[in-house]
């Protein structure tokens, strides 16, 4: 389907400076749908009772007290909803943890929360998404 869409001359400026740093592949009817889909799977994730999958990175000091033994305990604790891990030894000291998740949204939310939360994590994030039928 084809439409049109009307917005202020320096909105649109902006727009098609992000079009062309998103690469020559790309045009706006494209970025205007990945922005479409990325609204509508940050939706879907919101509303309570979604399956998600999850992606939660961490980076922490592996010489941080029992860090390493809570986080391992965590795992274990929620097991059946983290499905992969990864981890890299950044340097002498940091250390690098992708842990992937899949669940209900708000107990993946929850479990993000309770690693993010533990003594010893220094920065980290979760990132959501569906498998869900959008096109
Ligand atoms: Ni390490």
């Known amino acids: 389907m084809r439409f049109s869409v ?7 400026i902006r727009f098609d400076s992000l079009v062309a740093r ?5 045009n706006r009817s494209e970025v205007v749908r990945d922005l479409v889909r990325d609204a509508l ?3 879907d994730c919101a509303i309570p009772g979604t399956e998600v999958l999850g992606t939660l990175t961490i980076t922490f000091n ?9 986080l391992h305990a965590i ?10 891990s990864m981890h890299v030894h950044l340097d002498a000291h940091n250390c690098l943890e992708v842990i992937v998740l899949r669940g209900e949204t708000g107990l993946v939310q929850d479990i993000a929360n309770l690693i993010l939360g533990t003594k010893g ?7 959501v998404t569906t498998t869900g039928g959008h096109i």
């Open 62 to 70: 592996h010489h941080s007290s029992d860090l390493q033994e809570k």
């Open 41 to 43: 799977v940050e939706e």
């Open 6 to 12: 009307a917005m202020p001359e320096d909105l649109l």
């Open 22 to 26: 998103r690469g020559l592949a790309k």
């Open 121 to 127: 994590v220094k920065n980290g994030k979760l990132v």
């Open 75 to 84: 795992q274990h604790d929620y097991f059946e909803y983290i499905i992969s």
